[in-house]
T-cell receptor, first 115, second 112 residues
Framework: GAGVSQTPSNKVTEKGKYVELRCDPI?????LYWYRQSLGQGPEFLIYFQGTGAADDSGLPNDRFFAVRPEGSVSTLKIQRTERGDSAVYLC?????????????FGPGTRLTVT | DAKTTQPPSMDCAEGRAANLPCNHS???????VYWYRQIHSQGPQYIIHGLKNNETNEMASLIITEDRKSSTLILPHATLRDTAVYYCIVSGQVRGAQKLVFGQGTRLTINP
């Protein structure tokens, strides 16, 4: 079956611009997560959704970052006024709820480069 | 979430068992041990998890010490495709979605 997909796979933008990164989770997965991964580091948690609501957004670094999941499926991570330090691979993952929530399925990521 | 400590890198010969250690001395009673791996340029992949009993699935075995302060992931017959960064993560209860706190992991290289 189809896995988690993320678009675009690569995004190059100029400092100060606005970007949107999209995540399509596995159908039926109620939980959705965003992580970002800098070169040579492990993924860093940003936010997770249970259904349409953000259940934990404690990892968002500042108010330039925002994410939505309006219909409980597709999610968009939005970054305003991008900075060079935002350059990273942004990973999305989804999981079933309840007793199967331990297994998160990750997408291939979006590589964001801010010039 | 409890912190984990892993060796930064390990090597293993193809066909041999790869044993990856993890220390998590501050683990609390309701925290599980999870293992994920990340093959180059891909997203992380779930391998296995456990609370206090040893666990085995089609990918690996997880051995957790009786005091739960450390664990070992065992890949019984390593292949070249097992070359990856392996992350040991300690996190809260399985029920309900949980954020994963990744450390630096162990870079495992399987040599022919």
């Amino acid at each position: 079956g189809a896995g988690v997909s993320q678009t675009p796979s690569n995004k190059v933008t100029e400092k100060g611009k606005y970007v949107e990164l999209r995540c399509d989770p596995i159908s039926g997965h109620t939980a959705l997560y965003w992580y970002r991964q800098s070169l040579g580091q492990g993924p860093e948690f940003l936010i997770y959704f249970q259904g349409t609501g953000a259940a934990d957004d404690s990892g968002l670094p500042n108010d330039r970052f925002f994410a939505v999941r309006p219909e409980g499926s597709v999610s968009t991570l939005k970054i305003q006024r991008t900075e060079r330090g935002d350059s990273a691979v942004y990973l999305c993952a989804s999981s079933l709820g309840g007793t199967r929530s331990y297994e998160q399925y990750f997408g291939p990521g979006t590589r964001l480069t801010v010039t | 979430d409890a912190k984990t400590t892993q060796p930064p890198s390990m090597d293993c010969a193809e066909g041999r068992a790869a044993n990856l250690p993890c220390n998590h001395s501050t683990i609390s009673g309701n925290e599980y041990v999870y293992w994920y791996r990340q093959i180059h340029s891909q997203g992380p992949q779930y391998i296995i998890h456990g609370l206090k009993n040893n666990e085995t699935n089609e990918m690996a075995s997880l051995i957790i010490t009786e005091d739960r302060k450390s664990s070992t992931l065992i890949l019984p017959h390593a292949t070249l495709r097992d070359t990856a960064v392996y992350y040991c993560i300690v996190s809260g209860q399985v029920r309900g979605a949980q954020k994963l706190v990744f450390g630096q992991g162990t870079r495992l290289t399987i040599n022919p």
